[in-house]
């Protein structure tokens, strides 16, 4: 053949090779062809491409031409040994021996190798193998020509590199985005909206299309704002003035529904090389959970220091009433005064214990004694206990006979049973009848607690097992609590696998139902 011949079609290859290379194929496809190219421009009969993989550290077969699948593992022996330190002195040692070997085996008339080099910088990444059945070596003009083809194939290898790089970067991004539990908004320059994602379009009520285009201030709108500067104020006062002025606001987000977060923003500029303004990323916070331990916290402190105050005040002032060195006590008078300190210390030491409980259920290490109990006769000693401490109430237990044998930690039962009774009595200000029922389920037994009391809203009765909830009513204010007695209780009941629950009426009393389970065996 011509050389210029030659030439022309090695410039109509090479054009659909960079064709490939800027099309959108993919690597496999790209090195196909550039194979398939060079094979014919060569009049090889087969080629090969092998690329070298860093983590197996072995050269592997990435695209073959004119050889059936089910021979490609005669062409293995070609694979090995290949020298990867200088790809500008690249030869393969022996590469003519194995050929001879490959041809024998794979029975395909192959007579002529060469292999050439696919290298970006330094970097051997590949081989490029054409196969002829004539005999007669390859000139150097071919050579130079194949080298081109590896050259080609090596760039392809390099993008599909970068292309990979940068794509699993943005996977990573997106997902990062779109799997975030803070919401984050991208904002162009001048505050509308690029992209939102799925958090924030929870905590908004804007679909994420919908929210595209927006302003910034149709999405975040504030029910309520600390404080302090709004985006739209800051950026007409000037921010950002540099990458580093970031901006926080804090507040009330209304929700499309009409509801309200409490949520912490903070905006950050991104600039371009030239220093404008590119985006504005916000990132979008819900700190509710922050707010109600803030909440939590501050009622934590006022209702232990009211709780704690009046005992305190109580056995302070008796104390002092009955040293007074002027005064000459009878005796009932001293016995009734210190009847009264004692029992506010006991009130106090119930309510230390009470805290403490609380504490120990918080970082779980509430831990339970079990043993074999009689849930009947330990109901019956508890009834017993407050039937002397309130005459104006009859208190009643009803358990069928051979009520089963549960296994429990009797002494957190009985602070169960106790606080259930306390409170009966001190909600049912009129007296009347309080009564402890039993009865046998399949897998459990189950208790109830009933008063003819003050009773409770369907309100109310959500709220009454959380911490520190106490109803706002004249009672609650007149009588003392801390409202912790039903958050032990539940946490107990829940501890011993078994379920708590109210029902009430207003004015006509209260029933509290827990189950316990029965052991399988
Ligand atoms: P503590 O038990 O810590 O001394 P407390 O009795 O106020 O204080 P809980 O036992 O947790 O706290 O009860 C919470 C609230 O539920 C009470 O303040 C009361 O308003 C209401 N409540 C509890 N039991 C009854 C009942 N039997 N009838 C009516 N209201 C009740
Ligand atoms: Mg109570």
Do not use: C
Not at 210 to 223: P, S, T
Not at 437 to 465: C, H, R, W, Y
């Amino acid at each position: 053949m011509l050389d210029y011949e030659y030439l022309i079609r090695q410039r109509d290859y090479l054009l659909d090779i960079s064709r490939a290379l800027t099309s959108e194929l993919s690597l496999n496809e790209v090195l196909r062809r550039i194979l398939r190219s060079a094979t014919e421009m060569l009049n090889g009969k087969a080629g090969l491409i092998a690329l070298f993989d860093p983590e197996g550290g072995t050269f592997n077969v990435r695209a073959s031409y004119g050889i059936q699948p089910a021979l490609l593992h005669f062409f293995a022996p070609l694979l090995t040994d290949i020298p990867r330190d200088d790809p500008a002195s690249f030869s393969i040692p022996e590469l003519n021996r194995k050929m001879q070997l490959v041809a024998r085996a794979a029975g395909m008339g192959l007579r002529q190798v060469i292999a050439l080099p696919m290298a970006i910088g330094d970097e051997l990444v590949g081989v490029v193998y054409i196969f002829r059945s004539q005999g007669g070596g390859f000139s150097r003009n071919e050579v130079r020509i194949l080298q081109s083809f590896a050259d080609q194939a090596a760039i392809a290898v390099h993008n599909a590199r970068l292309y990979e790089r940068v794509s699993t970067e943005k996977q990573r991004l997106d997902a990062i985005l779109r799997h975030s539990a803070d919401g984050i908004m991208i904002l162009k320059p001048d505050k509308t909206i690029e992209s939102i994602n799925l958090a924030l379009a929870r905590m908004t009520g804007w679909p994420v299309e919908k929210a595209r285009g927006r302003q910034h201030d149709e999405v975040i709108r504030w029910a309520r704002r600390e404080p302090g500067l709004s985006l739209e104020e800051a950026v007409a006062g000037g921010w950002p003035l540099s990458e580093h002025s970031v901006l926080y606001v804090e507040g009330d987000l209304l929700h499309t529904s009409g509801s309200t977060l409490s949520v912490g923003i903070t905006y950050a500029p991104l600039f371009d090389e030239q220093g404008r303004l590119r985006n504005i990323i916000a990132n979008v916070r819900d700190i509710t959970k922050f707010k109600e331990a803030e909440r939590a916290k501050s009622t934590f402190i006022s209702v232990i220091s009211h709780e704690l105050k009046t005992p305190v005040s109580l056995i302070k002032g008796y104390a002092s009433t009955l040293r007074r060195e002027d005064v000459e006590w009878d005796r009932e008078t001293v016995l009734n005064g210190l009847q009264v300190i004692e029992e506010e210390a006991d009130k106090l030491a119930q309510l230390i214990d009470n805290l403490l409980d609380v504490t120990r259920l918080q970082a779980g290490t509430l831990k339970l004694k079990f043993s074999s109990l009689q849930f009947d006769e330990l109901a019956r000693k508890v009834a017993d206990k407050f039937r002397t401490q309130s005459a104006a109430h009859t208190i009643v237990t009803s358990f069928p006979p051979d009520f089963p044998v549960i296994q429990g930690d009797e002494q957190r039962l009985e602070q169960v049973l106790s606080n259930l009774l306390s409170n009966a009595i001190k909600y049912s200000p009129d007296g009347g009848q309080i009564t402890i029922t039993g009865e046998v389920l399949d897998n459990a037994i189950q208790v109830s607690v009933s008063d003819e009391g003050i009773g409770l809203s369907p309100e109310q009765q959500e709220l009454i097992f959380e911490r520190f909830y106490r109803v706002d009513n004249a009672l609650t204010r007149e009588t003392q609590g801390a409202g912790l007695g039903l958050y032990i209780v539940r946490s107990i009941i829940e501890a011993h696998g078994g379920t708590i629950w109210v029902e009430s009426e207003p004015g006509k009393g209260t029933t509290f139902t827990f189950t316990l389970p029965l052991s399988q065996d």
